[in-house]
């Protein structure tokens, strides 16, 4: 059996012997450097605005300052051209993001909103902001997003919204989403956190719903800290999350806004300093999500011939930009489980893997119904058997990825090198010599 080569060599590399799991030499000895995308315009940007003393400049009233400052302004126009849609509107976070996108929806109190249990939890914890009740639908194997098809077994007449997230950095299946959508006349929100600068079927991956939107986390491909972005065609949308985002009872009548449903306003406003990096960072976007395509290419050919591994599945019309990099092991096919080959390749030296990602509909606060308060509120609002999608079982793909088959690469926290590439596909092949799963 040849270790994998990608032009280099590996006289260096410890490939034979023990496995490091049972007291051999590791493949990888040393840290991976830390992923920084940080270079000398942010650094000059945020020293400008530092310089000038305004270090935000929005107000909690109407009137010229109620948008924001001139970074702020200026980001979000940047932003909306980039993306290809009408309104951008910054925040402080992705998760304050969410919340004024479930809000400007005006979902009512014990209305239902579908959404996927493999994402973050604030996808989910958004809709509970409004008392509305998220709905856990399961997802599909391939693309580890929503799975389409079973989301008619669970609209009710209290369904408002399908929250749909491009989980790991490829869309899920927006048209075949948009269509059931608009049969049951459901706004369609875009959580696409993990894959700005993705693309399908010739469009923006986010901009594809009703409304979406941007994680500008420090983890995320390109970041300002924290900080977010939502996106929509929609007006009137736009006006109510920028009303969410700004202590909006404050402004209704200075502005002439009558609905005011679900206009209780927050402070989630992004910083100038933030604005001036995020306008950098957009400029870093491109090349940043090439390199991660480049990097799941290498080791996709370094994987792809290894046996009971099965490397990330880029569905029909779409880009993937490889927030992580998932894969699925098949323990029997192995005769090992996936949480040995998880320690087995740690003790290789493997960095960023992860043997989980997430199963949200089984966290306590669902199963437990306990959010606000400690008597059920909001579930005590409707009778329907929405809580039924929180217990064991309701999303079985979503639960044997969790429990038995998903491994991770999170592609998103270092800056790799291609020999830590190299490297790391030695460990997964050393590993699987071991157990004599490869041809
Ligand atoms: C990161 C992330 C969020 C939350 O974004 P923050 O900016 O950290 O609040 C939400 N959804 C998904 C899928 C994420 O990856």
Redesign the pocket.
């Known amino acids: 059996m040849m270790y994998w080569r990608d032009g280099c060599e590996f006289v260096n590399h410890p490939i034979s012997g023990n496995l490091a799991v049972d007291g051999g030499a590791p493949v990888i000895a040393r840290q991976f450097a830390v992923r920084n995308t940080m270079g000398p315009e942010e650094e000059q940007a945020a020293v400008e605005v530092i310089r000038s003393g305004v270090l935000s400049r929005f107000q909690g009233s109407a009137g010229d300052d109620f948008l924001g400052g001139p970074q702020v302004r200026a980001f979000e126009e940047e932003w909306a051209d980039y993306f290809g849609v009408r309104y951008a509107i910054s925040v402080n976070?992705?998760?304050?993001g969410?919340i004024s996108i479930v809000g400007a929806l005006g979902v009512e109190p014990g209305d239902e909103v579908l959404v996927t249990p493999w994402?973050?939890s604030?996808?989910a914890t958004a809709i509970l902001q409004w008392n509305a009740i998220p709905v856990f639908v399961d997802i599909d194997r391939a693309s580890f997003c929503l799975d389409p098809s079973l989301l008619e077994q669970h609209i009710t007449p209290r369904t408002r919204a399908i929250m749909s997230?491009d989980?790991f950095g490829q869309s899920a299946s927006m048209e075949a989403i948009n269509t059931i959508a608009a049969k049951h006349n459901l706004s369609v929100i875009s959580?696409c956190?993990?894959a700005p600068g993705a693309w399908r079927n010739g469009r923006r991956a986010g901009t594809l719903g009703t409304i979406g939107g941007y994680?500008?986390?420090y983890?995320?491909h390109v970041h300002t800290g924290?900080?977010?972005m939502i996106v929509t065609d929609d007006p009137d949308l736009a006006l109510r999350a920028q009303l969410i985002r700004n202590h909006g009872e404050a402004v209704v009548d200075a502005m002439g806004v009558t609905a005011i449903n679900n206009i209780v306003g927050f402070n989630f406003r992004l910083g100038e300093i933030e604005a001036a990096i995020g306008r950098c960072q957009l400029r870093r976007l491109e090349s940043q999500t090439s390199r991660r395509t480049e990097l799941a290419e290498m080791i996709n050919e370094g994987l792809g011939d290894l046996m009971g591994l099965q490397t990330p599945q880029v569905t029909p019309g779409n880009d993937h930009v490889y927030y992580m990099y998932g894969l699925q092991v098949d323990p029997e096919a192995l005769g090992v489980t996936r949480d040995w080959l998880y320690r087995a390749l740690t003790a290789e030296g493997v960095q960023g893997l992860a043997r989980q990602y997430t199963n949200i509909h089984r966290l306590p606060m669902y199963t437990q119904r306990t959010a606000f308060g400690s008597k059920g509120f909001p579930w005590t609002l409707q009778k329907s058997d929405a809580p039924a999608s929180y217990g064991l079982g309701a999303c079985p793909v979503a639960e044997d990825l969790q429990e038995r088959t998903y491994l991770g690469l999170e592609l998103c926290s270092f800056a790799y090198t291609d020999d830590d590439i190299t490297d790391t596909v030695n460990a997964f092949r050393k590993v699987w010599l071991h157990i004599g799963a490869t041809n």
């Open positions: 976070s992705w998760t304050s969410l994402t973050m604030a996808s997230v989980i959580d956190a993990q994680s500008l986390n983890h995320k924290e900080g977010g």
